[in-house]
């Protein structure tokens, strides 16, 4: 378990940036909660501060899993966020995208949102910025990239393509 260096730091916080903005200081700076950001086998674990200093008397190789699991580095070398990371982005998230629910299951298999599965959607989010998937009873369910702005959105066809997943 160590620290990102400062390449994988601004990757984590670039990739992360995209789905909640600004608001992204207060998930590491918080005085209250401290957390860390921490790699163990290319994966990115958010972690609480007391908790990876305990940690430490564990030797490396016994080392399974610790906090969070925000997301992996692939071998290329990007990052990509996994599943594990969206109690985080939901909690910080400035745009998101509710789903009736008769497109949330065509959403959970991996299909994208169609402009007839679209419940609600926040205001001014232009297109190709990240969102997080609610269903109408404010459960997320995962996160996407738009594929269209909130006012082309009003303007398409029922088959067409509001968010990608």
Same mark, same amino acid.
């Given at each position: 378990?160590?620290?990102?260096?400062?390449?994988?730091?601004?990757?984590?916080?670039?990739?992360?940036?995209?789905?909640?903005?600004?608001?992204?200081?207060?998930?590491?700076?918080?005085?209250?909660?401290?957390?860390?950001?921490? @790699?163990?086998?290319?994966?990115?674990?958010? &972690?609480? *501060?007391?908790?990876?200093?305990?940690? /430490?008397? #564990?030797?490396?190789?016994?080392?399974?899993?610790?906090?969070?699991?925000?997301?992996?580095?692939?071998?290329?070398?990007?990052?990509?966020?996994?599943?594990?990371?969206?109690?985080?982005?939901?909690?910080?998230?400035?745009?998101?995208?509710?789903?009736?629910?008769?497109?949330?299951?065509?959403?959970?298999?991996?299909?994208? @949102?169609?402009?007839?599965?679209?419940?609600? &959607?926040? *205001?001014?989010?232009?297109?190709?910025? /990240?969102? #997080?998937?609610?269903?109408?009873?404010?459960?997320?369910?995962?996160?996407?990239?738009?594929?269209?702005?909130?006012?082309?959105?009003?303007?398409?066809?029922?088959?067409?393509?509001?968010?990608?997943?």
């Amino acid at each position: 378990m160590r620290p990102l260096t400062d390449e994988e730091s601004r990757m984590v916080f670039e990739k992360m940036y995209k789905f909640v903005g600004k608001s992204i200081k207060t998930i590491v700076d918080d005085p209250a909660n401290p957390h860390l950001l921490r @790699v163990h086998r290319q994966k990115v674990y958010y &972690i609480r *501060e007391e908790i990876c200093k305990r940690a /430490g008397n #564990v030797a490396r190789d016994h080392l399974v899993a610790l906090g969070t699991n925000i997301g992996k580095f692939t071998h290329a070398g990007k990052f990509r966020l996994t599943i594990g990371a969206l109690d985080l982005l939901a909690k910080y998230a400035k745009n998101k995208i509710w789903v009736k629910p008769t497109s949330e299951m065509s959403y959970m298999y991996g299909n994208n @949102v169609l402009k007839s599965g679209l419940g609600r &959607i926040t *205001e001014a989010t232009s297109a190709y910025t /990240g969102v #997080v998937i609610y269903t109408m009873a404010d459960v997320p369910i995962g996160f996407g990239v738009t594929a269209r702005s909130t006012q082309e959105c009003r303007k398409l066809e029922p088959s067409a393509v509001v968010a990608f997943n």
